[in-house]
């Protein structure tokens, strides 16, 4: 069993940063492929990024790619998002999402534990 919580959210204005963080406890962080999604009011759930177990192989959605950076510092057991040039089509709520498939993906099936989420507002 993995447990997941984000923090980092808030309010900013398009053009701002965030980062967000999801701190794990539970099973060997390590052993884990971990993700970001985000769902936006209205809409379904959507894969944002992804990185692999040690961190070499990293995906992006093409919606933030090179606007986003995912990473992952295990022996801190958490997993970051840094959040550049917000816009405001990025307003959603942000989840972080954990799978021992052990094959970095961007389904969601495919992640076994998710976190409760954390709000991201972009202001125009």
């Known amino acids: 069993q993995v447990q997941l919580v984000e923090s980092g959210g808030g309010l900013v204005q398009a053009g701002g940063s965030l980062r967000l963080s999801c701190a794990a406890s539970g099973r060997i962080f390590s052993s884990y492929v971990l993700g970001w999604f985000r769902q936006a009011p209205g809409k379904e759930r959507e894969f944002v990024a992804a990185i692999s177990r040690s961190g070499r192989s990293i995906y992006y959605a093409d919606s933030v790619k090179g606007r986003f950076t995912i990473s992952r510092d295990n022996a801190k057991i958490t997993v970051y998002l840094q959040m550049n040039s917000l816009k405001p089509e990025d307003t959603a709520l942000y989840y972080c999402?954990?799978?021992?498939?052990?094959?970095?993906?961007?389904?969601?099936?495919?992640?076994?534990?998710w976190g409760q989420g954390t709000q991201v507002t972009v202001s125009s």
């Open positions: 999402a954990a799978g021992d498939a052990g094959v970095v993906t961007t389904e969601t099936s495919r992640y076994d534990y």
